[in-house]
């Protein structure tokens, strides 16, 4: 039984429609006309028209940008050019982390009946015009709030930020670079069969272990990829499922912060998300076992491993010998991992918008040449540590 | 070597009513956290309130070494023009001391000597904008404690 009872209010909506503008490297056009295409492209995949739509949210909120390239598609003129009029509105950036969190609770308690939320990044182009993947917080002269304890000293990347997380953790459980290097690896060789992701020729170990450090123990293939592209996500609640194409449930979903909410001053680097994973497990019957497609989090390839950890997948300090030569997590494999490439090989959509969609499709059977055969239950995490989600998403009807 | 060693690249800190006193204590090579005056637990960073019972009421104490490196980076990216790589950044813990962890550059080693449990000593250099920034100098190695041995590493060096 769940200790929660029926009643949750995750069960009351589901994901109806998810979209995509073009994804690339770069993209000549601006991030304003990428988010209308992704917007337009989720609502019409749920079923809907615009007009249905009553609902916006937007990841960051407010416009809020540390990197360049992070934030664009302002809500204000989105839905002065979509012409919507909103019953619920949101702005997330610190938050539940998962994208479609906010807009869920706002559709279970009847303030909304479908709402869009939307990602979309420029960092691709940023970093070409920057000749190089800018520093954290280089949008500002001096370093605000949690980053005047990072960026003074050196630490000007998020890379510099996980790197002590990485290092740790092979030093508490004996973890090898030569294992970790699977889930690129074998990420890669998914993105192979996604037409949309940024990288897709092959990447063997060595080409991994030969790759240049960017902040040790990260290298270059530990690192998700800069990139230009808009996600959309159609909330809806679960009553409208007849009217709706091809709508997703939501089994369960949690996100906890357990420890102090900060990159350096996490007490355990070795232990991360575990907290949000057992509060989503008790919410619903379901085991990691019935887990048909893992798309977790993996903005490094360090985050990917607390995930399969924290989850459950394997036991902690495991995640180096699950991996390690790739059958496990490849599309044949007991948990086929970001089967879209992630965010290491299909792009840094950010925040868990990439995995959303790609859970989606395959819990549709839409997932084209990298389809799993019978998904009927998908894992979707977002970062780890000071703000994480995990949630599961099941093939409708449940 | 290019960069001017006065100038060094990166961004400031933008300096508040709490963390005020953490940067001019470091600019004359003191490094400072908050301890609480009802409890005595000590927090970092400085929020103007205690950790472990938010009590307000806070004072100003300093931190001396050796402390040891929980854990630490080396950074080859150059994230801004002019920026001088590798350089080891390290996260430093001090026994006696649990409310306290601080991020750093480590210098007195080559950054790849860098290891979890080394012991090190507080210091700071110049950092960008004109501030002292932390910057760790590495124990000599028959000194240091080995990498478990936190509880007493003041003593063993
Ligand atoms: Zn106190």
């Given at each position: 039984?769940?200790?929660m009872?029926?009643?949750?209010?995750?069960?009351?909506?589901?994901?109806?429609?998810?979209?995509q503008?073009?994804?690339?490297?770069?993209?000549?056009?601006?991030?304003?006309?990428?988010?209308i295409?992704a917007?337009?492209?989720?609502?019409?995949?749920?079923?809907?028209?615009?007009?249905?739509?009553?609902?916006?949210?937007?990841?960051?909120g407010?416009?809020?940008?540390?990197?360049?390239?992070?934030?664009?598609?302002?809500?204000?003129?989105?839905?002065d050019?979509l012409?919507v009029?909103?019953?619920?509105?949101?702005?997330?950036?610190?938050?539940m982390?998962?994208?479609?969190?906010?807009?869920?609770m706002?559709?279970?308690?009847?303030?909304?009946?479908?709402?869009?939320?939307?990602?979309?990044?420029?960092?691709?182009?940023?970093?070409?015009?920057?000749?190089?993947?800018p520093?954290?917080?280089?949008?500002?002269?001096?370093?605000?709030?949690?980053?005047?304890?990072?960026?003074?000293?050196?630490?000007?990347?998020?890379v510099?930020?996980?790197?002590?997380?990485?290092?740790?953790?092979?030093?508490?459980?004996g973890?090898?670079?030569e294992?970790?290097?699977w889930?690129?690896?074998?990420?890669?060789a998914?993105?192979?069969?996604?037409?949309?992701?940024?990288?897709?020729?092959?990447?063997?170990?060595?080409?991994?272990?030969?790759?240049?450090?960017i902040?040790?123990?990260?290298?270059?293939y530990?690192?998700?990829?800069?990139?230009?592209?808009?996600?959309?996500?159609?909330?809806?609640?679960?009553?409208?499922?007849?009217?709706?194409?091809?709508?997703?449930?939501?089994?369960?979903?949690?996100?906890?912060?357990?420890?102090?909410?900060?990159?350096e001053?996490?007490?355990d680097?070795?232990?991360v998300?575990?907290?949000?994973?057992a509060?989503?497990?008790?919410?619903?019957?379901l085991?990691?076992a019935?887990?048909?497609?893992?798309?977790?989090?993996?903005?490094?390839?360090?985050?990917a491993?607390?995930?399969?950890e924290?989850?459950?997948?394997?036991g902690?300090?495991?995640?180096g010998?699950?991996?390690?030569?790739?059958?496990?997590i490849?599309l044949?494999?007991?948990?086929?991992l970001n089967?879209w490439?992630g965010?290491l090989?299909?792009?840094?959509?950010?925040?868990?918008?990439?995995?959303?969609a790609?859970?989606?499709?395959?819990?549709?059977?839409?997932?084209?040449?990298?389809?799993?055969?019978?998904?009927r239950?998908?894992?979707?995490t977002?970062?780890?540590?000071?703000?994480?989600?995990?949630?599961?998403?099941t093939?409708?009807?449940? | 070597?290019?960069?001017?060693?006065?100038?060094?690249?990166g961004i400031?800190?933008?300096?508040?009513?709490?963390?005020?006193?953490?940067?001019?204590a470091?600019?004359?090579?003191?490094?400072?956290?908050?301890?609480c005056?009802r409890?005595?637990?000590?927090?970092?960073?400085?929020?103007?309130?205690?950790?472990?019972?938010?009590?307000?009421?806070?004072e100003?104490v300093?931190?001396t070494?050796p402390?040891?490196?929980?854990?630490?980076?080396?950074?080859?990216?150059?994230?801004?023009?002019?920026l001088?790589?590798p350089y080891?950044?390290?996260?430093?813990?001090?026994?006696?001391?649990?409310?306290?962890?601080?991020?750093?550059?480590?210098?007195?080693?080559?950054?790849?000597?860098?290891?979890?449990?080394?012991?090190?000593?507080?210091?700071?250099?110049?950092?960008?904008?004109?501030?002292?920034v932390?910057?760790?100098?590495?124990?000599?190695?028959?000194?240091?404690?080995p990498a478990?041995?936190?509880?007493?590493?003041?003593?063993?060096?």
């Open positions: 039984m769940t200790g009872g029926t009643d949750l209010f995750e069960r009351r909506v589901v994901i109806s429609g998810v979209g503008s073009a994804i690339g490297r770069q993209l000549d056009r601006s991030g304003f006309q990428l988010t295409d917007i337009l492209a989720a609502v019409a995949d749920a079923g809907l028209t615009v007009d249905d739509i009553d609902g916006l949210a937007m990841f960051p407010g416009g809020k940008a540390n990197l360049p390239g992070y934030a664009n598609g302002n809500l204000y003129e989105i839905q050019a012409r009029t909103t019953t619920w509105r949101q702005g997330i950036i610190e938050g982390c998962l994208p479609f969190y906010g807009p869920a706002a559709v279970a308690t009847g303030q909304a009946r479908h709402v869009v939320v939307w990602r979309t990044v420029k960092e691709g182009s940023a970093a070409r015009n920057a000749g190089g993947r520093a954290y917080g280089s949008t500002n002269s001096a370093a605000e709030g949690p980053l005047a304890w990072l960026l003074p000293v050196g630490a000007l990347s998020p510099c930020q996980l790197a002590p997380y990485t290092t740790r953790y092979m030093h508490e459980y973890v090898t670079r294992q970790l290097a889930i690129p690896v074998t990420q890669r998914h993105a192979a069969l996604n037409p949309d992701a940024v990288y897709r020729s092959p990447l063997t170990v060595d080409d991994y272990l030969a790759s240049r450090m902040s040790s123990p990260i290298c270059l530990d690192c998700d990829v800069p990139a230009d592209g808009a996600t959309a996500i159609v909330v809806s609640a679960a009553e409208t499922a007849a009217d709706l194409r091809a709508p997703v449930g939501v089994e369960a979903m949690a996100g906890v912060v357990d420890g102090r909410p900060s990159w001053q996490w007490e680097m070795g232990r998300g575990y907290a949000t994973a509060a989503m497990w008790a919410r619903t019957d085991r990691p019935d887990v048909d497609v893992a798309e977790i989090y993996d903005g490094f390839t360090i985050e491993v607390w995930w399969l924290a989850m459950g997948f394997c902690p300090g495991e995640a010998a699950f991996v390690e030569g790739g059958k496990r490849s044949g494999g007991e948990l086929p089967t490439g965010q090989s299909g792009g840094r959509l950010h925040a868990a918008f990439g995995h959303t790609e859970a989606v499709r395959q819990l549709r059977g839409e997932a084209g040449d990298r389809q799993v055969a019978g998904a239950v998908a894992a979707v977002s970062v780890g540590g000071y703000e994480a989600g995990a949630a599961l998403l093939s409708w009807p449940r | 070597m290019t960069a001017t060693p006065t100038a060094p690249v400031p800190p933008a300096v508040t009513e709490e963390t005020a006193p953490f940067w001019e470091a600019a004359a090579g003191r490094l400072l956290v908050e301890r005056v409890c005595e637990a000590e927090s970092f960073p400085p929020y103007g309130m205690c950790r472990a019972c938010r009590g307000r009421d806070v100003h300093e931190i070494g402390g040891h490196v929980y854990s630490f980076t080396v950074n080859y990216q150059r994230w801004m023009p002019g001088e790589v080891a950044l390290v996260l430093v813990e001090f026994a006696g001391h649990p409310g306290v962890r601080v991020f750093g550059r480590l210098r007195g080693c080559p950054p790849q000597e860098a290891r979890i449990g080394m012991a090190v000593e507080v210091g700071f250099e110049p950092g960008p904008g004109g501030y002292a932390p910057s760790f100098i590495a124990v000599a190695a028959e000194s240091a404690v478990e041995g936190a509880a007493g590493a003041e003593r063993a060096a």
